[in-house]
């Protein structure tokens, strides 16, 4: 069974730099055409693809956002980790992490529940 | 890099059938056979509900079905029960040399 949560912080300020890790189990990241990604939605928003790392490491942004952007995998912790930097308050949103599966032409299989990050001073 | 375009919000009795449309460029919707659908209920994760255009993931009723033509990718619902209310958003592999994942605006189901 392949679960994923998110986690850190709920409030970070304007100008910081947050950091977000995606923890899961039940499938390696070391198992061809396997991935993690970041989806965000902002409160009665869409949802908005930001980041996405392969079992190879091959790492993929969102092209709006990726200067602003990193994600890096510990295949050994089982952790993805999503870095953002320059933080601001449009950025106030629930950030899930999901399972990128290898079989289902790359869509987003199993979701985290989500975390919800404010960003306000 | 803009969102694929959904209409806001369709609507239908219960036991009719919707459709909610997916439009995007020759860039994303038009040049991958990986357009995904998801459901998601107020205050839940997203759920799979269509991957590769057309196919169901083990557990998903076969009232839904996707397909596409050309840019469009489109879900249909039919038999629309009460659970069925809730958002709906299309999701597409996009670009060429550097390829990345969008998203549609969403749409909101209403079941009457």
């Known amino acids: 069974q392949i679960t994923l949560k998110e986690s850190g912080p709920t409030l970070v300020k304007p100008t910081q730099t947050l950091t977000l890790t995606c923890t899961f189990s039940g499938f390696s990241l070391s198992t061809s055409g396997v991935g993690v990604g970041w989806i965000r939605q902002p409160p009665g928003k869409a949802l908005e693809w930001l980041a996405l790392?392969?079992?190879?490491?091959?790492?993929r942004y969102s092209p709006s956002l990726k200067s602003r952007l990193t994600i890096t995998k510990d295949t050994s912790k089982n952790q993805v980790v999503l870095t953002m930097t320059n933080m601001d308050p449009v950025d106030t949103a629930t950030y899930y992490c999901?399972?990128?599966?290898?079989?289902?032409?790359?869509?987003?299989?199993?979701w985290g529940q989500g975390t919800m990050v404010t960003v306000s001073s | 890099q803009s969102a694929l375009t959904q209409p806001a919000s369709v609507s239908g009795s219960p036991g009719q059938s919707i459709t909610i449309s997916c439009t995007g460029t020759?860039?994303?919707?038009?040049?991958?056979?990986?357009v995904s659908w998801y459901q998601q209920h107020p205050g839940k994760a997203p759920k799979l509900m269509i991957y590769e255009g057309s196919k169901r993931p083990s557990g998903v009723s076969n009232r839904f079905s996707g397909s596409k033509s050309g840019n469009t990718a489109s879900l249909t619902i039919s038999g629309l029960q009460a659970e069925d209310e809730a958002d709906y958003y299309c999701?597409?592999?996009?670009?060429?040399?550097?390829?990345?994942?969008?998203f549609g605006g969403g749409t909101k189901l209403t079941v009457l």
């Open positions: 020759s860039s994303d919707v038009g040049s991958y056979n990986l």
């Open positions: 999901a399972h990128r599966s290898a079989v289902a032409g790359g869509a987003f299989d199993i």
């Open positions: 999701c597409s592999y996009a670009g060429s040399s550097t390829f990345y994942v969008v």
């Open positions: 790392i392969y079992w190879d490491d091959d790492k």
